[in-house]
């Protein structure tokens, strides 16, 4: 089984402090998503990575950074955190197997709170 | 733009009924589609991929893909009061730069009543 982790469930922070938020897989997946899921809104792409040290803009990366230095871990910064950043996240990742694939699979979450 | 439309619901159906969710994307080269159930306060869980036109069914859960008419529906036989959940279908059109990326709607909230 895809086994997706994700550094808290739960987290607090102050505004403006810097929130780094950790994620691994343990599939050798290619491929690593960042989103965050609001009510209402769905679920939004924030960054992605398809290989160590790649990475592109989602829908969403202002205000965001991420760092992605092994396959298995991909992290996503908050730089200086605001109160609108207060979300649900969400890491997921994939494979390129060629062909018909992509599944993702999501880790468990971080709900973060910025006060 | 990549569109991936859902009825938001609530879809209300009895216990035992057919639940039938649907799901329009806007991209005609779409080739991978997803249905997941997140249950309230948890993650997307992934319960379906099709990528051929017709049915795919997997215990009481049917995957429905028409390509020409960029449809994909899921349906759920004898729904149980432990399948009320949001279904967010996703696609994944598998070209270019962004090859393995999926598009969400914005999910149907069902709740299946006793």
């Known amino acids: 089984d895809v086994k997706v982790t994700q550094s808290s469930r739960y987290l607090v922070k102050r505004t403006g402090e810097k929130v780094f938020l950790e994620c691994v897989q343990d599939?050798?997946?290619?491929?690593m998503f960042w989103y965050r899921q609001d009510p209402g809104l769905g679920l939004r792409l924030i960054y992605f990575?398809?290989?160590?040290?790649?990475?592109e803009k989602g829908d969403i990366p202002e205000g965001y950074s991420v760092s992605r230095e092994k396959k298995e871990r991909f992290s996503l910064i908050l730089e200086s955190a605001s109160t609108n950043q207060t979300s649900m996240y969400l890491c997921?990742?994939?494979?390129?197997?060629?062909?018909?694939?992509?599944?993702?699979?999501f880790g468990p979450g971080t709900r973060l709170t910025v006060t | 733009q990549k569109e991936v439309e859902q009825n938001s619901g609530p879809l209300s159906v009895p216990e035992g009924a057919i639940a039938s969710l649907n799901c329009t994307y806007s991209?005609?080269?779409?080739?991978?589609f997803f249905w997941y159930r997140q249950y309230s306060g948890k993650s997307p869980e992934l319960i379906m991929s099709?990528?051929?036109?017709g049915d795919k069914e997997d215990g009481r859960f049917t995957a429905q893909l028409n390509k020409a008419s960029q449809y994909v529906s899921l349906l759920i036989r004898d729904s149980q009061p432990s399948d009320s959940a949001t279904y967010l279908c996703?696609?994944?059109?598998?070209?270019?730069?962004?090859?393995?990326?999926?598009?969400f709607g914005r999910g149907t909230q069902l709740t299946v009543w006793p």
């Open positions: 997921a990742s994939s494979s390129t197997s060629g062909g018909y694939s992509y599944e993702q699979y």
């Open positions: 599939m050798d997946h290619e491929n």
């Open positions: 990575s398809y290989d160590v040290k790649m990475k």
């Open positions: 991209d005609r080269v779409s080739q991978s």
């Open positions: 099709i990528y051929s036109n």
């Open positions: 996703a696609v994944n059109t598998g070209r270019g730069s962004t090859l393995g990326r999926l598009y």
